[in-house]
């Protein structure tokens, strides 16, 4: 089969086991094609969020297959087509979230945004959109965009080729009181990779540090704190791997 017909299949395949979609950019941004449903609202989310023009630096910097998002955890996963050399297409795979979010933390955070124009309308359209996309795991995702660059190249990648991009911080989650249940959310999903013996956990990492700003010590100097920080961070995380079989 050529390119084509495998990027096709491809998109069939994916979507047998979830909502997650495929999208195909040109060298502009101008979106090609799409099989969302919601397609006019996830294009719009995509430059919203930046995601857009991260991609399209990317793709002139030749960069490996990317994992980029937002803050509340919304996830897309890119990939870029070359032609003679020179940047061609991406593509795109997702929107997903990459943990449970409450309607309630995206509304917080799409606040950050109002400086965009974003219309009350579109918000309520995003809001009951995303509502339809799935939680995917780390891994899955992940072997989706590979699956998309074996598509696009040919070429067979280790999954630690995988750029994960630093995930935008917006005020409303930079600041403000923390989500002690989000927290825990985030925690256990990292803990749970390091029992697994899940080496690609970079993903869940930054989730982590955009959530939390680290265990809520108490005390006067920064360095004691970031220091008291670290070593109970070490010690979950020490715990996690001998419960997964580490001696």
Known sequence: MDKEQNLQLLQELISCGSNIYTWCYDVSGLLLSSNCPDEAIFDAAFELFGSKDKALKLGEQDSPPVIMGTSFGLIWGVDFEKHDGRPYRFHVIGP????????????????????????????????????????????????????????????????????????????????????????????RAMLRMVVNGDLNYKSALSASFLISTGVPVQGGDPLRRAKTSVIVFTTIVSRAAIEGGLS
């Open 96 to 187: 997903a979230f990459f943990l449970d979010v409450a309607a309630k933390d995206i509304d917080q955070s799409l606040r950050s945004y109002a400086y965009k124009d974003v219309s009350l309308e579109w918000k309520y359209q995003f809001l009951k959109a995303t509502k339809n996309l799935p939680v995917a795991q780390n891994i899955v995702f992940l072997r989706y965009l590979l699956m998309l660059h074996y598509c696009l190249t040919g070429e067979k990648l280790d999954a630690s080729t995988v750029n994960f991009q630093n995930f935008q911080t917006s005020p409303a989650v930079a600041g403000g009181q923390r989500d002690r249940n989000k927290v825990y959310l985030a925690e």
